[in-house]
Every structure is written in C-alpha cells, then in structure tokens.
C-alpha cells in the first residue's frame, strides 16, 4: 500500500477480551459494524478471549476472526493484543485509559492513538507519537426513545459500586425521584439504550455517560471504583462537554468527592433541555462514523522512522529483562 495516497483495505480490529459487556468492548463492536459499512473496506476482528459478544460480532455484524497473515492496518485494543497479533501489518494501538496496566502503550505498536486529552498527554510523556480521536458510538442504535419529564422523576444509576449507589438511593429518597439501577457485571444488556430512556437523568463515568448523551439524557458523571476511588465531575452542563471529555468524563477533571448531599445538589441542576443539547454534541463530537474515518486515515500518520524506535524500544526492554535475570542469578549464586 503506497502511504499517504490509499486508505487501507484490509483492516483488522482488535481487543483484549470480546466475552462481556464494557466500554472498550462496546467501543468495538460499533467501531467493526461501521468499518464493515465501508467501502473497499476487508475487516475482520481478533480477541484473546472470545465469548457471547464475540459470536455477536460473527452472527450480527457477518465479520469474520482473523484469517489473513498480514493487513494494511491493524487497530487494537489494549498492549496484550498488540504484542498477540503485531507481526501482521502496521499496529496503531487505541488507548481508552492511563491507569490501568492493560491500557499502557506496548513497545510493539507504530503508533498510538488516545481517546482523551489526558490519555494523549500521557502518551506524549512516555515517548510515543499519537493522536487523539474521541470515543465513537452508534448514535443511529443510541438515541432518544422518550422525552424526559420537565420535572425529575426518574434517575438511572450505571455506577459500578454498591457505595456509589448507596449514596446514589439516598440522594433520590431526599428528592422524592424514583431510583434504578443497572450494573454491567450483575445484570449485563447489550442493548442498555432500553434502560436508559426510561430515565430522565443518568449517573455514571466514561462510556455510560455517552451512551446517555446520546440517548438525550442529562448526566451527572460519578462513581466509585477501585482504580479511581470516589470521582466526581458533577452535573454535565453541555457547554462544559470539552472540558470534561478531556478525563473521559471520568470524575478527574474537577477531582471531586461527594456524598448524599453533594448529589441531592446535583439532582437540583436537572434541566431537561440540556439533553437535547447533549444529543446534538453526540451527533457532532461522537459519532462512530467519524471515529472510523479518523482512525483509518492513521495509517499515514505513522512516522517514517517508526520502525526504527520500535525496534530501539524492543531493544531496550529485552535488555533491561536480561539485566535483572543476571541479577538474580548473581544473588542465587551468592546465597549458596
């Protein structure tokens, strides 16, 4: 493939895992249905772990697990599928996190992509070369089923802690609005767009709060996980939608902690027109089909030495790995 004049044709997507629901998963799913709507597009699709949403990629969507030795540009998900899979074509490995430990950039990509400002400015840090491209959702499968209630009636919960929902029941008993909850790990629903338009506000970090946007609803972003502790970034008002995404509306742009009061506060900012707002920034900012444009065209973005510093960066790790497996093996022989 000549660089820089041709979209690549035979894609292949890539993940850690396809056998539950998450964000990074969901984020797939619609990424793989809006490539294979493309034309002159070939994708096909890799998971370490494959399950339920795995066999849901090859019923529904027709697209098929790798079969091909080598693709013109592979896009995955997490460091342990690109070290699975990185000897098959150009890797632009998408990062959705600068936690967790499986969303570190791997020294065998070409290049790298964030999903957040945060991610990107981590990214930068480390030495790797990247572009942010934004979260992208089906907003053609998300949307507005129902209007909201002028007043607040019902709020949806999509923490993924039983102290964020505690606090969460509570919050809602003091305002007199109905309180539901829906967590991915106990009662997982692929089509989670269902539960979202029975409420008129919804609570939650990441994906969940898009997914609610899309489906106008008013969002508070908060929760409580073990990775980031009790965060919260409050009530979502559309025209701070720039700021918050930056932290993947994941509570660390204003780094709060609330308890019941703090969220009978926020419950108090309900405004159903801000929903309607919300949608339209979804339209705008997070539409799958734009992700899938943005992230195909990366492939000429991959700098021409890339391969060189890839290889230092191998280089570096295999020799670091050696130099502690001599220190050991020096402490052993010390020992005796």
Same mark, same amino acid.
């Given at each position: 493939m ?5 979209t ?14 998450g964000g990074?998963?969901l ?7 809006e490539l294979r ?6 994708v096909?699709?890799f998971?370490?772990?494959?399950? @339920? &949403?795995?066999? !849901?990629?090859?019923?529904e969507?027709g697209? @098929?697990f790798?079969s !091909? ?9 997490h460091?342990l ?7 098959r074509?150009?890797v ?7 936690? &967790? ?12 992509v964030g ?5 990107c400015e ?10 942010l491209?934004?979260n992208?959702l089906?907003?053609? @499968?998300k949307y507005?089923?129902?209007?909201v209630?002028?007043?607040l009636k ?11 929902n505690?606090?969460?029941?509570k919050a ?10 829906f967590n991915?790990f ?11 338009? !029975?409420a ?8 969940s709060?898009?997914d609610a ?5 008013p969002c ?11 965060k919260?970034d ?9 700021k918050?995404?930056r932290f993947?509306c ?5 780094n ?6 703090d ?24 539409n799958?089909? @734009?992700?899938a444009?943005e992230l &195909? ?7 021409s030495d ?10 570096k ?5 050696m !130099?502690k ?5 020096f ?6």
């Open positions: 000549n660089k820089l004049t041709e690549p044709t035979r894609v292949l997507v890539g993940i850690y895992r396809l056998d539950h629901i990074a998963e984020y797939t799913y619609d990424l793989l249905n709507k493309q034309e002159n597009v070939e096909e699709f998971a370490v772990h494959q399950g @339920q &949403l795995a066999e !849901r990629v090859k019923s969507l697209v @098929q790798m !091909r030795d080598q693709y013109d540009l592979i896009l995955a998900t460091n599928t690109v070290e699975a899979i990185h000897d074509g150009p632009v490995q998408i990062c959705h996190g600068a936690i &967790l430990e499986l969303e570190q950039p791997s020294i065998y990509a070409d290049y790298h999903i957040t400002e945060e991610v981590s990214l930068t840090k480390k030495g790797y070369p990247n572009e491209v934004l992208g089906d907003i053609h @499968q507005p089923i129902n209007e209630n002028e007043e019902v709020v949806l919960s999509l923490c993924q802690s039983e102290e964020a505690e606090l969460l029941a809602c008993s003091k305002k007199g609005v109905k309180f539901i909850h991915k106990k009662n997982p629903t692929f089509d989670i767009e269902h539960e979202i338009n !029975r008129d506000l919804v609570v939650g970090i990441g994906r709060v898009y946007m899309a489906c106008g609803r508070i972003v908060f929760d409580s996980r073990d990775y980031n502790n009790n919260a409050g009530y979502l008002e559309p025209e701070l939608f720039d918050f995404v993947n994941s509570g660390r742009y204003r709060l902690e609330f308890d019941e009061n969220l009978v506060r926020e419950l108090e900012k309900y405004n159903p027109g801000d929903g309607k707002k919300l949608r339209e920034i979804t339209m705008e900012k997070l799958v089909e @734009q992700t444009k &195909l065209a990366t492939v000429n973005h991959i700098p890339a391969n060189f510093w890839k290889n230092v960066r191998i280089f790790w295999k020799f670091k790995k !130099r497996s001599v220190k050991r093996k402490k052993k022989l010390f020992k005796k």
